[in-house]
């Protein structure tokens, strides 16, 4: 019975995030709409208002992915297989739901996937959120050195 009561739980949180992400994502895109009919500034305020919206735009992207994932967890969970890995069949651990609540995978498939090439795209690269999947040579002494 513990199992099914972290679950509930879980259902709890991630309708909690579902909506903050709508809601955020809500305000994002109204306030890029609204960046973008205002004119005006020099050349700078137009690079600088620019890259702003470029990174509006990846943050937008990610959170929207996110939702996503959370939408499919919470139809898992009306289904009645939520918790269970999509690929061996097997209850995925509560503490990898804990860590990631809308995980579809136990950690060995998911590691198997990333592994051979596969996985959610995003997983473990993260350059792709930075610049679009370009290779990205930046270190942190780059970025104490500003």
């Given at each position: 019975m513990a199992r099914n009561d972290s679950i509930q739980k879980m259902r709890e949180v991630l309708v909690k995030r579902r909506d903050a992400l709508r809601r955020a994502l809500a305000g994002d895109l109204s306030m890029l709409k609204s960046l973008s009919e205002q004119s005006?500034?020099?050349?700078?305020?137009?690079?600088?208002?620019?890259?702003q919206d470029e990174i509006s735009s990846k943050l937008a992207e990610v959170e929207s992915r996110e939702l996503g994932s959370i939408e499919v967890a919470l139809e898992r969970m009306r289904a009645g297989n939520y918790g269970v890995c999509e690929i061996c069949s097997c209850k995925i651990p509560l503490a990898r739901l804990n860590a990631l609540p809308y995980a579809t995978s136990c950690i060995e498939c998911q590691r198997a996937m990333e592994s051979s090439g596969g996985g959610s795209g995003y997983a473990g690269d993260w350059s792709r959120v930075l610049d679009g999947g370009a290779d990205v040579d930046v270190s942190f002494s780059d970025l104490e050195a500003g």
């Open positions: 005006g500034g020099d050349v700078v305020d137009a690079a600088l208002d620019a890259a």
